[in-house]
C-alpha cells in the first residue's frame, strides 16, 4: 500500500529556533500533500494544502508566514514553524494524496514538536 | 474548521460487544472516510464510502451513510481489546480540491 514518511517523528526546541517537519510519500507521486495539527485528546484541524509547484494554500486563521510549507517535488513536502513558542507545541501530521478522485489520503505518523 | 460532530465522544466496551459511531456533516460530500488512531500515531484508514453509497462492509467494520440527514455510522461488531483507539470520520467535500475535514473523534476503549 501507499506510505508516507514523516521525519522526525518528535522533535524539542527552545522558543525562538524554527523546526523542519519533513514528509515524504515513498512509493507513489503526490501531486498535493495535507498539513494537519493535533491538540491532545481533539480532532486533526486542517493547516494547509500543499500542491507541488504552486504556493500552498492555508486555511483561515493559519499564519504563512509562521508556518512555511514548501512542495518542492511530487514526493517532498516540508513544514517549517519559524520562531517557534512553546504554544507551538503539538503533533503536526502529514497526509498524501496520489490525485485520484474518491481515493483516500495516506497519512505520516506524525511529528510531536516541544517548544521549551 | 470542523465539518461536523461524531458521538459519542468516548465509548468503552466489553470484548464481544459491537461499538456504533455516529458522525454528522454540513455540507455536499464526495465521500466520507473513517480512519482509526492510536494513541501519539498517524492515521490508519479504514473504510471509504462514496456519496452515492449506502452501506459498506469491510470484515467486521460495516459503514453507513445517510446523505438525506447528512450522517454516518461506523459498526465495528465483535470488539477486541485491540480496537482501543480513536475513529474519525472525515469528508471529502465537493469542490474542495481533495482536502479532508474531520469530526471531533470518538474514543473507544474495549475492555477485555
Known amino acids: 500500500g501507499a506510505v508516507v514518511s514523516q521525519h522526525p517523528s518528535w522533535v524539542i526546541c527552545k522558543s525562538g529556533t524554527s523546526v523542519k517537519i519533513e514528509c515524504r510519500s515513498l512509493d507513489f507521486q503526490a501531486t498535493t500533500m495535507f498539513w494537519y495539527r493535533q491538540f491532545p485528546k481533539q480532532s486533526l484541524m486542517l493547516m494547509a494544502t500543499s500542491n507541488e509547484g504552486s504556493k500552498a494554500t492555508y486555511e483561515q486563521g493559519v499564519e504563512k508566514d509562521k508556518f512555511l510549507i514548501n512542495h518542492a517535488s511530487l514526493t517532498l513536502s516540508t513544514l517549517t514553524v519559524t520562531s517557534a513558542h512553546p504554544e507551538d507545541s503539538s503533533f503536526y501530521i502529514c497526509?498524501?494524496?496520489?490525485?485520484?478522485?474518491?481515493?483516500?489520503?495516506?497519512f505520516g505518523n506524525g511529528t510531536r514538536l516541544t517548544v521549551t | 474548521s470542523q465539518q461536523g460532530e461524531e458521538d459519542p465522544q468516548a465509548l468503552s466496551i466489553q470484548e464481544g460487544e459491537n461499538a456504533t459511531m455516529n458522525c454528522s456533516y454540513k455540507?455536499?460530500?464526495?465521500?466520507l472516510q473513517w480512519y482509526r488512531q492510536n494513541s501519539g500515531r498517524g492515521l490508519v484508514h479504514l473504510i471509504l464510502i462514496r456519496s452515492n453509497e449506502r452501506e459498506k462492509h469491510s470484515g467486521r467494520l460495516r459503514v453507513t451513510l445517510d446523505t438525506s440527514k447528512k450522517s454516518s455510522s461506523l459498526l465495528i461488531t465483535a470488539s477486541r481489546a485491540a480496537d482501543t483507539a480513536s475513529y474519525f470520520c472525515?469528508?471529502?467535500?465537493?469542490?474542495?480540491?481533495?482536502?479532508?475535514?474531520f469530526g471531533q473523534g470518538t474514543e473507544l476503549s474495549v475492555k477485555p
Open positions: 455540507t455536499s460530500i464526495n465521500n
Open positions: 497526509s498524501a494524496s496520489p490525485g485520484q478522485y474518491n481515493s483516500p489520503l495516506h
Open positions: 472525515a469528508t471529502d467535500s465537493r469542490n474542495q480540491g481533495g482536502k479532508l475535514i
